[in-house]
């Protein structure tokens, strides 16, 4: 294993000091804990957002933490759900009196561990809600979730929800455009090789030169099928036509996000960008928005995921709306 690091138990917290020195205008971190928040949290008069999950998906989930999207997020060790202990000093620093969402990515760990913080900030008297990310379209259930994974979809709710509550909109409100964006979004990945978790050593998982794992997870849980490996337009056709077997986008506007999973280069997203430009195309599909490049990675994993998002025109307002995060513009 080769990694720029000192030591395999301490890069989570090595990382967050770096991020904070990095932005330090914008960016504060909890004393003590592993929850990243705006550096003028608790916001007045504004519902707070929360999410995190994992270590290993940078720039998710701190690189969403600005105006008009998280105002915490809240890392776990790597590929691991971070504490209730934790994420309840998360709720607790960004509520302003006007409670707080939880935005938590469909897998086990991080339900459990967000709906206990969730009711111990409650016996507080903090007024809380969550909604639950599930965009993934590879498998029904898999080794991490019951019901679909929450993957890269997941910055949509984040950007949709937040951009809602700088609005001054009620919690309700807000929980309310962050579950019609899940209901309207949907992602699929694929993995060209596996990723290797610093504590671990070695690649989790093993894919020969010439094959490669569709509807594989962020985690490296196994997809829907290991085959020999595609050519880039036919890897892309393969995924979009299995998101429009799940829900039928034709003659409506999309935002589209190509996410690389953390060592594809560019080069190789928009090469994938262009063929699924043109299937939408082909599709009476209109593209809205168009986002390429790393939002939610797996480590050092080749590979990419697809997502799509039916826009009406309160997701289209809230889409383009101001926001100032490290990892997202619009």
């Not at 111990?120 to 903090?126: C, V, Y």
């Not at 490669?212 to 892309?236: F, Q």
């Not at 589209?256 to 082909?282: C, D, W, Y």
């Not at 168009?290 to 799509?308: A, H, I, K, Q």
Request: aromatic share 4%; with cysteine.
């Amino acid at each position: 294993m080769k990694k720029v690091i000192n030591n395999a138990n301490h890069v989570v917290h090595e990382m967050l000091d770096g991020l904070v020195a990095a932005y330090p205008d914008s960016l504060k971190r909890l004393p003590g804990t592993t929850v990243i928040t705006r550096s003028d949290a608790p916001v007045q008069g504004k519902v707070g957002i929360v999410s995190g999950g994992g270590s290993g998906h940078e720039p998710a989930h701190a690189g969403y933490v600005g105006r008009g999207m998280l105002d915490a997020a809240v890392a776990g060790e790597v590929f691991t759900s971070p504490t209730p202990d934790q994420i309840i000093e998360a709720i607790k620093a960004v509520d302003s009196g006007n409670g707080v969402l939880l935005i938590i990515k469909n897998y086990t760990g991080d339900v459990m561990n967000f709906e206990m913080a969730q009711e111990m900030a409650e016996m507080e008297g903090i007024n809380v809600d969550r909604v639950i990310v599930n965009d993934d379209v590879a498998v029904e259930d898999s080794t991490f979730t019951v019901g679909r994974r929450g993957i890269a979809g997941t910055i949509f709710v984040h950007k949709i929800a937040g951009a809602m509550a700088d609005t001054g909109a009620s919690l309700l409100e807000v929980k309310a455009a962050a579950e019609k964006t899940i209901v309207n979004v949907r992602s699929m990945g694929v993995a060209l090789s596996s990723c290797t978790l610093p504590a671990a050593g070695k690649p989790s998982f093993t894919l020969a030169d010439d094959e490669m794992e569709i509807g594989i997870g962020i985690h490296g849980e196994p997809g829907i099928e290991r085959v020999p490996l595609e050519e880039a337009d036919r890897l892309t056709t393969i995924l979009v036509n299995k998101i429009l077997q799940d829900i039928d986008y034709e003659q409506e506007e999309v935002a589209v996000m190509v996410n690389g999973l953390g060592a594809t280069p560019e080069m190789e997203l928009h090469i994938v960008n262009r063929k699924l430009s043109q299937l939408l195309k082909e599709k009476d599909i209109a593209v809205y928005k168009n986002w390429v490049g790393e939002y939610m990675t797996s480590l050092d994993m080749e590979g990419f995921s697809v997502t799509l998002l039916k826009l009406d025109s309160e997701l289209k307002s809230l889409l383009v709306k101001d926001v100032k995060t490290i990892a997202f513009q619009v």
